[in-house]
């Protein structure tokens, strides 16, 4: 049992090229998320997936897309990567159904840097 | 809208020092509270969580109270161990598909 997997670890972009962030979770839960991590500014959500089938925007959506390929992936796409997307992206999924207390599992993270 | 404000860190304590880590939220409606650790180089994991005003969320000797009069969900631990040095992430929930609103965090560091 993997929990959730990130794809990859680490990458170095240059301004204007795209990429596709991986996510995978083997624990058949309804909801996938996406968060960036800023220093100072603990965890954004840029987008989510209620269900599969579903995305929605959260916090800081721009600049970024996301496709719910089937229950268990969710990857993130930069379209044209910014200097202002260098971040650590974390993908996150929780059980649907138990309400105000789920609990979100977190994947090990993806080191982006944008130059 | 939601919001947690957590104790700006970092936290330097020595081996067996008691902790506090302050959180205070603002929320619409009855959020769940919790919180979250990241060891260095590694993704979040739940440490504790309360869902209701009064419950004490505990695990691993840390321990936090869900205090709905004061808005505040506080962490604490009495006796930290080098092996805590993490940094500590507030959060809460109020249902809206799960969503988590998380506070800045605040590192701990345990020296010996």
């Known amino acids: 049992n993997a929990g959730v997997t990130q794809t990859p670890k680490f990458q170095v972009l240059k301004t204007g090229q795209s990429m596709t962030l991986q996510c995978a979770q083997d624990m058949n839960h309804n909801s996938m998320y996406w968060y960036r991590q800023d220093p100072g500014m603990g965890l954004r959500l840029i987008y989510y997936s209620a269900s599969e089938g579903t995305t929605d925007k959260g916090e800081v959506p721009n600049g970024y897309n996301v496709s719910r390929l089937n229950k268990r992936e969710f990857s993130l796409r930069l379209e044209s990567a910014a200097p202002s997307q260098t971040s650590v992206y974390f993908c996150?999924?929780?059980?649907?159904?138990?309400?105000?207390?789920?609990?979100?599992?977190f994947g090990p993270g993806t080191r982006l840097t944008v130059l | 809208g939601n919001s947690v404000t957590q104790m700006e860190g970092p936290v330097t304590l020595s081996e067996e020092a008691f902790l506090t880590i302050n959180c205070t939220y603002t929320a619409t409606g009855y959020p769940s509270l919790f919180w979250y650790v990241q060891y260095p180089g590694e993704g979040l994991q739940l440490l504790l969580k309360?869902?209701?005003?009064?419950d004490k969320g505990s695990n691993k000797g840390f321990e936090a109270t869900y205090r709905k009069e004061t808005t505040s969900f506080h962490l604490e631990k009495g006796s930290v161990q080098v092996s805590d040095s993490a940094v500590y992430f507030c959060a809460l929930n109020t249902g809206t598909a799960s969503k988590l609103t998380f506070g800045t965090g605040t590192r701990l560091q345990v020296t010996l």
């Open positions: 309360a869902t209701k005003a009064d």
């Open positions: 996150a999924s929780s059980e649907q159904g138990q309400g105000v207390w789920g609990e979100q599992f």
